[in-house]
């Protein structure tokens, strides 16, 4: 390691672990250097944005240069990309179809779509889109949108059958979106397409808001009580993965 630089990163740890900052005395305890030392590296930092200088207690802070960069890299982050190595553990796991999708313009949108050996012909296809009621993503997607969003989404799509499974019904909708929301994930059993059941669990971003979902679709005749029960820990866990690649701080 550079010296120079690891005790620069160190600094920089220890000052934004105290909400108030640190004196040039209380950092110098904690690494042990002389003041002369830490203060040309302070000065160095400053010099660049990284740190601040409160000019009432004169202690040390984070500086806003962080925010910057925080920013460019969230600008950044392509989903496809991060969610990728989560979402072929789930074909590793259970050999069925699994999709990314997320949510644009009161639709969810396939992104990305991976295989497993097991064939399943559905109509599916990256860039498709799909309505919102009648799918385990969108409907989880729903779940966790505001309520004013939820109810615009119903009266400019409304609520149209696509099987005879297909909720219709405005508060039945709303009734299993608020399940949704307890469970962390969804269910669609036949609501889109004829044999095939999927589920879904929601991701989110570095604000919190939903902005995804991730989904395991199988024939129904697989596709068991006991095996959603089976995967849903697992489609849980890759959900809240791919969340915190995007910056979520939540559970």
């Known amino acids: 390691m550079v010296q120079s630089i690891d005790r620069a990163l160190t600094i920089v740890n220890y000052v934004s672990s105290q909400k108030g900052g640190l ?86 949108v396939y992104i990305e779509k991976l295989e497993g050996s097991e064939t399943l012909r559905m109509h599916s296809q990256v860039g498709r889109r799909v309505p919102m009621h009648c799918t385990s993503a969108g409907k989880v997607l729903l779940a966790y949108l505001p309520t004013e969003e939820v109810m615009d989404m119903i009266e400019e799509k409304g609520l149209p059958k696509h ?55 199988g024939p129904s005749m697989r596709m068991t009580e006991a095996r959603l029960d089976e995967l849903k820990y697992k489609l849980i866990e890759v959900g809240s993965s791919i969340s915190r690649r995007l910056g979520y701080k939540g559970e």
């Open 23 to 108: 004196g040039v005395t209380e950092l110098a305890e904690k690494l042990g250097l002389n003041k002369s030392s830490i203060f040309r590296i302070l000065a160095t930092l400053a010099s660049h944005g990284y740190i601040e200088q409160d000019p009432d207690t004169k202690k040390y802070k984070l500086g806003y240069k962080y925010l910057e960069l925080s920013a460019k890299l969230l600008d950044s982050i392509d989903i496809r990309k991060e969610a990728k190595p989560f979402l072929q553990e789930l074909v590793d796991l259970s050999n069925e179809v699994i999709h990314l999708i997320i949510y644009s313009q009161k639709e969810a």
């Open 163 to 217: 099987t005879d499974n297909t909720i219709t019904d405005q508060d039945e909708l709303l009734d299993i979106l608020e399940k949704i929301r307890k469970k962390g994930y969804g269910v669609e059993r036949e609501e889109n397409e004829p044999g095939v059941t999927c589920m879904a669990a929601p991701i989110f971003n570095h604000l919190g808001n939903v902005i995804g979902a991730v989904s395991i679709s």
